[in-house]
């Protein structure tokens, strides 16, 4: 007998990508994500302008979506959505198209958070692709959040660190912003740094205890870094790019993978997993692999396609979820700030 079919269309619009994916039970048959270009021109997000392109990309992206699963949406089992954490105009436009959807197919409604669902994106069906085993340790990290978590299930999540002000993606872009690179300019400093020595410039760590994290001293510290030398020589940042690149990637680099060790010596779990927009990074990829020889650990590292927001990593809670039964009455409302552990 063959197993049911779950088709789940997953809605995400938590930031400034509208994305949809429709799922069959753990496996992906479409991923869409509509990029917003008009936040480049401001450095950083605009948030009135992220709700408003939502509003026009959300239906395109969705029977996209469909059209390149190819099927219909009279076959969808449910529809999930994020619910948050994230901007709230951006949620409130996916929140009320999911919401609708779902009262017109008459099927249920799954609201998402979205950093359990960076987490969970390791369980997307995939040849490729390891699943860890529980428990394990996540290490979500990206330009809103950066937190070390302690998964012991599908649902069951202990938060054991998180930032104390700027998310490692903010430090990374503001960090780029300092040295004149266009936004975002944390792939760009990625970029450069693969050119760049590492040791050439030795930045501060923050001292901070346990497996919380600091980045505004850093980002302080390397503000006055570039001002101090190109006072001297105005010329500083063009002859020493690469360097500087590589320097600031390789202290984030090591903040992160410094906390991930304590979380391991306190917790004495080898399996590390990371999610969100800077687990493309390639100096965190590459530190993680080298941990398997030198540490001992398990790594997951998940596919690029699912590391920046994507609707897929919603579809897998949604699927999951589903198969508990674990559906949202319509009288839910979107959160802009909404814990792992609630």
């Avoid at 390791?122 to 340790?137: A, S």
């Avoid at 390397?222 to 101090?228: A, D, S």
């Avoid at 508990?324 to 552990?341: C, H, K, N, V, W």
Wanted: include cysteine.
């Amino acid at each position: 007998m063959e197993p049911e079919k779950v088709y789940i269309l997953a809605i995400e619009s938590s930031c400034d990508d509208t994305s949809a994916a429709v799922l069959c039970n753990d496996t992906t048959l479409s991923n869409v994500v509509a990029t917003q270009k008009i936040h480049e021109e401001y450095g950083g997000v605009v948030p009135e302008l992220a709700s408003r392109a939502h509003q026009q990309n959300i239906v395109p992206v969705v029977h996209s979506a469909l059209t390149k699963a190819n099927i219909d949406k009279k076959d969808l089992s449910a529809i999930a959505f994020t619910r948050g954490p994230g901007l709230m105009g951006s949620l409130l436009v996916g929140t009320s198209f999911a919401k609708s959807l779902s009262m017109g197919l008459n099927v249920p409604l799954i609201e998402v958070n979205h950093m359990q669902a960076h987490i969970l994106s390791h369980f997307i069906n995939d040849p490729d692709q390891g699943k860890p085993d529980f428990p394990f340790i996540a290490m979500t990290i990206s330009g809103g959040h950066t937190q070390i978590v302690l998964v012991k299930d599908h649902f069951d999540m202990e938060i054991l660190g998180e930032t104390l002000d700027d998310a490692v993606g903010e430090a990374f872009d503001k960090s780029a912003k300092i040295l004149g690179l266009p936004y975002p300019g944390g792939p760009l400093v990625d970029k450069y740094a693969q050119s760049g020595n590492p040791k050439a410039f030795p930045f501060p760590k923050p001292k901070v205890t346990g497996c919380n994290f600091s980045f505004s001293g850093l980002k302080t510290s390397i503000l006055y870094f570039v001002q101090k030398n190109t006072t001297t020589n105005p010329d500083f940042l063009n002859e020493n790019r690469d360097d500087i690149c590589a320097s600031i990637q390789h202290t984030i680099v090591g903040i992160l993978m410094d906390k991930l060790r304590i979380a391991v010596k306190e917790t004495g779990i080898k399996r590390v997993a990371i999610g969100g927009g800077v687990s493309a990074n390639s100096g965190i990829r590459k530190a993680l692999k080298e941990a398997e020889t030198t540490d001992g650990w398990e790594t997951f590292i998940p596919k690029f396609e699912y590391c920046t927001d994507n609707a897929a990593m919603i579809g897998i809670v949604g699927y999951l979820k589903y198969k508990q039964e674990q559906y949202t009455g319509y009288d839910i409302s979107a959160q802009a700030r909404y814990s792992l552990e609630s």
